[in-house]
């Protein structure tokens, strides 16, 4: 039996090995290398700037640059690797690396340069929101990963002896010279291939901003008969606020339903769902538990509550973060058993619990599988029934993306 077991184990290994050696990559392109995003209204004074090599939205908040990747034949897969240095920008911010559909007549392109407009939509369903579902002449961004930066990390690091000390938990040896996420976009490589242009955002509104680096891999299989599956990409939402959009608190008001339809039956459908709460202070949507309903076509198909309690273990990415002092008895090992005393413990923002994010961390989607879908007219149900709304000192709002894919 061991004999057996041992054998398994081998061919086991063998096949991962096999497979992994499958694919060769084809292309591992440098999208970004330390690209500044920053909010520079001197450098970047109007919406748009055209800086040849790339285009920068939003006072220097977006940059946008053209890829054209080919159409492969066998079996692809894709990732993306961010790495991120604060370049004086203390805060923890919004970060988005999204596509702009080639198959979108507007975009936030033209809407930039002043000659375009957002579709205007029901008002009675959207109230004011403009530029978040697909509607006629427009599609979306599609988020290929989001992230959060976290409080200063790299530029920040505090460089003499004392200020180290200080400021250096017990807990860490260290903080960290950068961050880095790496997510497998290959869901999304329909929407890459051809002419198309990633855009890289940060919700920074200071000069000093970040640096990123962004890479882009592809991987393709060697094998011959190893084809390449027909996927389909359709983009339904997107509420994050990159240019000429407002922030998203419709949900504490209503239901938001996105109309789409499918041009044929689909097969393998996947819901890929991004989530996160920002704004308000303690009690607000960043810091509450707020649970996400999703239903399709009047059946929930999802319910879940995006929350990160694990925001403790980023401390090394956020030298900047605010720290309090909280006083405990704790429990300590002394010469008598049991010994305990008051102490003074550093409290850090950072380590806070959050809604479906910490500072220095990335936010995979949610993938949520549909089986087969008929062709034609689908309706998409997002309830976020404890959202709170916006304030003069609470910003409440909710970044939702999401997209479908299937095969044919």
Known sequence: MKLKHTIAIIFALLATTLSAARYDTVYNRVIFQNQIVNFDPDVYPNGFTDMGSHLVVGNGRIV????????????????????????????????????????SEISMIGVAQERQKYPILDSTRYERLRGIISSEGYQPTVELIRFITPFGVGGLNPTDSISRERRTPVYIDGFAPY??????????????????????????WLKAGYKATVTLTVTESTLKADKAPKRRVLPLLNTIQYFGQEYCDIFARRHLEVPFALPSTAKNVTLHYVTTGHGGQEGGDEFSPCENVISLDGNEVKRFTPWRNDCASFRRFNPSTGVWLKQRDVQYIGHARGEHKIIEEPIASSDLSRSGWCPGSDVPPVNISLGTLVKG???????????QPMSDNNQNHWLISAWLTWEE
């Open 64 to 103: 946008l640059k053209k890829i054209c990747l080919p159409r492969y034949a066998r079996d692809t897969r894709v990732s993306i690797t961010v790495r991120l240095t604060s370049n004086g920008d203390p805060w923890d911010k919004t970060g988005s690396i999204f596509v702009i559909p080639a198959t």
């Open 179 to 204: 961050v880095e996420w790496e997510q497998d976009i290959t869901d999304r490589l329909p929407l890459l291939q051809d002419s198309v242009y990633i855009g890289l955002a940060i919700d920074s």
């Open 377 to 387: 007219n689908h309706s998409l149900n997002i309830a976020i029934p404890k959202a």
